[in-house]
């Protein structure tokens, strides 16, 4: 066996299981939209009683009061995938918002987590807006609560990092995550107190679902960011670079009697190879840190040499 027939001697191509399943958040958009798509052909060819909304969507998906005390529980998930059918401005922002924030979030924390962040956030804003309208019958509909779960999330990993927005679709401003999460947070807050809760019905925008949101995004920074690992117990790092089976598999071993080598060029190549191979062993029992500055240059001139 050669020098670089070794196995700790090799490096193994860097491979990513999770990008050959694709994104994630491409995914989620797609499927959004598909509904959003439903949505309007089911408006024309089987409108309601107002003539617009087809209303068997809303009746079985949209999450309500109503429809829960109906034990349709499965709505605290399914409303975030339906949006306003009367203009394309609900699901404009929270396309954008999922895209551009996904892009960034996925790669730094994995697939399984970030569904993990946008699901657990549209939950949590589900059911906050279930606890303040039990009794109530006005649907919410929209992914808001989960755009702003890893709104929220990206503002407490990047807080410092600028960020230009664009107001209104059009007017641009640079701000830094962490404003603009207080700010957000206090318009919602602001909106919950002042609007929602007071039953203004020129005013319909789920504020509570929205700080359900933020919450998960909160609950998701605070107790699961910092864990290794993701939701299934596998871990989301990937290294830049993928390094050598040699060197991953390095742990700490007991300490070893220091034996010294020294490649003498008169020695035949087989004597050579013999005193490779013992040093090489020694990576393989005691980690490539193991071995002393005489025994590296050893190898690294054994290297040369056996070339």
Not at 24 to 33: A, E, F, P, S
Not at 113 to 142: A, C, K, T
Not at 217 to 243: I, W
Request: with cysteine.
């Amino acid at each position: 066996m050669s020098l670089y027939d070794r196995p700790y001697m090799r490096e193994t191509p860097g491979t990513d299981p999770e990008a050959s399943q694709g994104s994630i958040v491409t995914t989620l958009l797609v499927v959004t939209i598909a509904v959003f798509v439903l949505q309007q052909v089911l408006n024309v060819f089987f409108p309601g009683p107002s003539g617009y909304d087809n209303s068997f969507l809303s009746e079985w998906f949209a999450l309500s009061g109503e429809n829960f005390r109906q034990l349709k529980v499965w709505t605290v998930i399914s409303y975030g995938f339906l949006h306003s059918t009367q203009g394309f401005f609900h699901i404009l922002g929270n396309m954008l918002g999922l895209y551009f924030l996904g892009r960034i979030l996925e790669p730094m924390i994995g697939r399984e987590r970030f569904l993990l962040i946008y699901f657990g956030s549209m939950l949590l804003g589900g059911l906050v807006y279930l606890g303040l309208h039990y009794n109530g019958s006005i649907p919410v509909v929209g992914a808001s609560a989960a755009v702003f779960g890893i709104m929220t999330l990206f503002c407490l990993m990047r807080p410092e990092q600028p960020i230009t927005l664009l107001l209104f679709f059009i007017i641009p401003i640079t701000i830094k995550p962490k404003w603009l999460l207080r700010i957000l947070a206090g318009v919602s807050i602001g909106g919950l107190l002042l609007h929602e809760l007071p039953g203004n019905p020129k005013y319909i925008m789920a504020h509570s679902a929205h700080l359900g949101g933020i919450i998960g995004g909160l609950l998701y920074f605070k107790f699961l960011h910092a864990r290794p690992g993701n939701m299934f117990g596998r871990s989301t790092s990937q290294p830049a670079v993928e390094l050598p089976e040699w060197f991953k598999r390095r742990k700490q071993s007991p300490v070893t009697r220091e034996v010294t080598y020294k490649v003498n060029r008169s020695t035949s190549r087989s004597e050579l190879q013999e005193e490779v191979d013992r040093i090489l062993d020694k990576i393989n029992a005691s980690g490539f840190g193991s071995l002393s500055d005489s025994e590296k240059q050893t190898l690294d001139s054994a290297k040369e040499i056996l070339k």
